[in-house]
């Protein structure tokens, strides 16, 4: 077989693949299976909510999603590659490039201004100072924050500094965005805007999100919502 590429838009193939996934831990004597067995394809563009109960594996999946985790058993393919046949040093080059993410807690730098937090991760990834500013301007524009650029997290209320982490999620144009309780740590008015926000964003700019919520009534906005249960998927 010859070897995959990583073909950026082959509209036939589901950006992702995940495959009979498992993940357990050990804990003293005791193994504890997280996630027994989940499979599913996410399309390019699509918006997919996961929603459950605390403990049942979302934010596990989530982070094997993310290749920060590795899985016990099973496979991940992105396009025409399985990911966790990556070394470390391409997988890190992978994460970086082609997923963004979102947690509850924002995770922006209190000493850096919306701008500088939004454009950092562009930089990291060697993107020339002036292109990653022009970028990180036009999302903080598309998430509605282009007069509040150079104020610093902490000049920002709740829901400014998560649209912040929002832009800075997007500033490499991920083709997926992660996003773990985006809406977990705010008020009912401010989470409906941001679901919205990453709805537009979405439409706008092609990117698959996959979206861990405990607000049911917001997933159900979503493309797509799968129900977590015991490790697995539950529909």
């Not at 934010?59 to 920060?68: E, Q, R, V």
């Not at 099973?74 to 990556?86: I, K, P």
């Not at 939004?118 to 500013?133: D, F, G, H, N, S």
Request: with cysteine.
């Amino acid at each position: 077989m010859n070897s995959p590429t990583m073909s950026h838009h082959d509209p036939g193939t589901p950006l992702l693949q995940v495959k009979d996934l498992h993940k357990s831990f050990t804990l003293g004597s005791q193994t504890v299976e997280v996630l027994k067995g989940i499979s599913l394809d996410l399309n390019r563009g699509e918006m997919l909510a996961m929603v459950g109960a605390s403990g049942v594996g979302k934010s596990t999946f989530l982070h094997i999603l993310g290749t920060l985790d590795l899985p016990t058993k099973g496979t991940v393919w992105y396009e025409n590659q399985d990911l966790f046949q990556l070394s470390e040093h391409a997988l890190a080059e992978f994460r970086n490039r082609r997923i963004g993410f979102v947690f509850q807690f924002h995770h922006l730098l209190p000493e850096f201004t919306a701008l500088e937090n939004t454009y950092l991760p562009a930089l990291i990834q060697r993107c020339p100072k002036e292109k990653a500013v022009e970028e990180a301007m036009t999302l903080l524009a598309e998430v509605g924050l282009a007069h509040r650029v150079h104020h610093k997290p902490g000049e920002l209320s709740g829901g400014e500094q998560q649209r912040v982490a929002v832009a800075r999620a997007l500033v490499r144009n991920p083709d997926l965005v992660l996003a773990d309780e985006p809406t977990g740590n705010l008020d009912t008015k401010t989470g409906e805007a941001l679901f919205n926000l990453l709805k537009d964003l979405k439409q706008k700019r092609g990117t698959a999100f996959v979206i861990v919520t405990h607000n049911e009534r917001l997933s159900r906005q979503a493309d797509r919502l799968i129900h977590i249960q015991d490790g697995q998927i539950i529909d």
